[in-house]
């Protein structure tokens, strides 16, 4: 008889659970009412489409996203297993053909969107099987206080009523202690079913840098990524549409994505992008949920998100295959100031709202002491126990060079006090560089002993002083206008003189000096290009994204493991049973080829196979150097039947 581990293995090709998982499918099993929170990147999908290999009856599997059922179904199709989807992009026959087939018994996952599964028409189909599980994905829409809240998402809990015998299982990848609450409620949840994994992705090196030249500093960082997949987000559409003209007139493979662009092309643009026919994406938000590509290796942020919450999700899409992955936000206060001024066209409590997220980002952004992962991980109520995770800009930047700027925070500190402490940095630093402003002027803070006494130091100079004075605890800053008043260790310290070090910036903003540690994957880079290319002509030949064929991450271990036969290639993570019998015998002729012409012996782990190859890096994978001067020829594949 079937079990999790045995499917797990033989279907999946995984070799173990990752964390939560086995608890989450085991809790579903026991037919009790499930709500499992997991990062993206974390598993999420086994965690129903195992039990629906083992359970009896029909899984409905309620997905927000065309593109994601798509991709869910092929993969699942390549392993073997039967699944289906029902939307609008099939057309009349192909969905009543579908339909014919679920009717049938002979499907096993039904993939679905909310609004399609509140038809009468897929009512009567369902009312007819024996519906084993309803799993609700993205069920961060549920709730009210979720980043993307879905109305039709909440008529869910009819579908529960109508399905009472089905267990239901209820996935996201973000949410807060509030949104996991209100989705049990809405759900009807009434055990206290809820497994939360860690919110931390260990893989992903986290970076802050000042935005200074963004078009050359976006330049400067895709040079480490040369034909590699990425994804880099704008604020505005024009934004997207003139970076991804910028990159395209310098050689790079990019294209834009925003609502401004037709159905057609935004869909051709994503299809490129999935099936690896362009390696860069420059896009709004509008580009988010829903994006499975598992070998994303770098996200940039060219404008400063507007959450915590909404950051974490785009840094997210990159490297859910487990390698290393790079993600870089370009930061400055001009962001900040015009992600205010649309924030002051909202009212209410969504005003309020919106201010207390941006003012946790920025505090996130201009923190250049503690480690990323802290003020992420607790966003979500989770503590980062770790002095440092030494995989973030923070934890691995050289110490800095402090300079006194006594004199300089005196002065600031003191135009804060004599301006009545009611302002924000901006307003405190046009005092000091003596702005002739009209809210200066109107003031009479032109009148002030301070008004003019800072024109020796720019306007970043001044914010970067007062940025420092705040994490020094000399500062605070309260309220939706970031408003600056002393502290009383401020106060003493004024009043006292007291010397204060800290950092000057040099007028032209660089990164920081990092250190870069050379660490990560041995694997060989020949072998490897060799499988990404066969990879991609039997993807394209079947018209499905790569990945689907073999993700990056089983590719690497060919290429580190060498396997010499259909047992040692079945070692291999992901190389399940059906993709054994499909590609096997395809990637094995050329690992063969490759290795005897360069005299490459088979490399597993003496220790029955236990490790896997290193996967945390710095700045790229390091890889293995090749024995031989030229690559291998590679054999022509034996057709692929699906």
């Excluded at 679920?102 to 038809?119: D, H, N």
């Excluded at 994804?231 to 934004?239: D, K, L, N, T, V």
């Excluded at 930047?397 to 600031?412: V, W």
């Excluded at 870069?516 to 394209?540: H, W």
């Amino acid at each position: 008889m079937p079990t999790p581990a045995s499917i797990l293995k033989n279907t999946f090709g995984y070799d173990t659970f990752r964390p939560n998982q086995h608890e989450v499918i085991e809790n579903v099993l026991a037919r009790k009412d499930t709500l499992a929170v997991m990062p993206t990147g974390g598993g999420k999908s086994l965690c129903y489409q195992i039990p629906a290999l083992l359970f009896p009856g029909l899984t409905v599997v309620v997905s927000p996203l065309i593109a994601l059922m798509k991709d869910q179904v092929e993969q699942l199709r390549a392993a073997g297993v039967p699944a289906l989807f029902l939307n609008s992009s099939l057309s009349p026959e192909a969905y009543q053909e579908n339909m014919a087939d679920i009717a049938s018994g002979a499907v096993r996952l039904l993939y679905v969107a909310p609004e399609t599964l509140l038809t009468p028409r897929i009512f009567s189909l369902l009312d007819g099987l024996h519906v084993d599980l309803l799993t609700i994905d993205e069920a961060h829409c549920i709730s009210e206080w979720g980043h993307d809240f879905r109305p039709e998402y909440r008529q869910l809990a009819d579908v529960r009523r109508r399905y009472p015998k089905a267990v239901c299982l209820a996935l996201t990848a973000t949410a807060t202690a509030r949104v996991r609450s209100d989705i049990k409620a809405s759900l009807g949840f009434s055990g206290s079913n809820e497994f939360v994994s860690s919110f931390n992705r260990e893989n992903l090196y986290i970076e802050v840098e000042p935005k200074s030249d963004p078009l050359k500093q976006t330049l400067r960082f895709l040079e480490r990524f040369e034909e590699q997949s990425g994804i880099i987000y704008c604020f505005s559409r024009r934004q997207v549409d003139d970076l991804a003209a910028h990159l395209a007139d310098r050689g790079f493979s990019a294209r834009p994505y925003h609502a401004g662009l037709g159905d057609d092309e935004r869909r051709r643009n994503q299809e490129a992008f999935i099936r690896e026919d362009v390696q860069i994406m420059v896009a709004t938000i509008a580009f988010g949920m829903g994006i499975n590509k598992p070998n994303v290796r770098f996200v940039l942020h060219y404008d400063l998100p507007k959450s915590i919450e909404g950051y974490y999700q785009e840094i997210g899409r990159a490297g859910r295959d487990g390698l290393p992955a790079h993600c870089l936000l370009l930061y400055s206060y001009s962001d900040v100031a015009k992600l205010r001024y649309f924030i002051d066209g909202k009212e209410g409590t969504e005003r309020h709202a919106a201010i207390q997220h941006l003012d946790a980002i920025v505090k996130y952004a201009e923190d250049e002491i503690t480690c990323r992962r802290k003020p992420l991980l607790a966003y979500f109520g989770e503590t980062y126990s770790q002095p440092r995770c030494d995989n973030c800009d923070n934890c691995n930047a050289e110490p800095p060079q402090l300079a006194d700027i006594t004199i300089p925070a005196q002065k600031f500190m003191s135009c804060v006090l004599r301006t009545g402490q009611r302002y924000g940095a901006s307003y405190v630093t046009e005092v000091l560089r003596g702005s002739q402003g009209e809210r200066v002027l109107d003031n009479q803070h032109d009148k002030l002993s301070t008004y003019g006494i800072g024109v020796d130091l720019t306007a970043k100079q001044w914010q970067a002083i007062s940025r420092q004075l705040v994490q020094m605890g000399h500062l605070s800053q309260e309220g939706e206008y970031r408003v600056l008043s002393l502290t009383p260790q401020g106060m003493q310290v004024l009043t006292k003189r007291t010397r204060i070090m800290g950092q000057l910036p040099e007028v032209e903003a660089r990164p920081r000096n990092q250190k870069v540690r050379q660490a990560g994957l041995d694997y060989n880079p020949a072998l490897f290009a060799v499988l990404r290319q066969k990879r991609k002509e039997l993807a394209d030949a079947d018209h499905v994204p790569p990945y689907v064929i073999f993700s990056d991450k089983t590719l690497v271990e060919m290429a580190t493991y060498y396997p010499q036969s259909l047992p040692s290639l079945l070692k291999i993570s992901g190389v399940g049973q059906v993709k054994l019998r499909q590609y096997g015998e395809t990637f094995l002729a050329l690992i063969q080829d490759f290795c005897r012409s360069h005299n490459l012996p088979e490399n597993f782990p003496s220790a029955a196979h236990t490790e896997r190859p290193r996967e945390r890096d710095r700045g790229g994978w390091r890889k293995a150097s090749v024995r031989g001067a030229k690559s291998s020829a590679v054999k022509p594949a034996k057709p692929v039947k699906r």
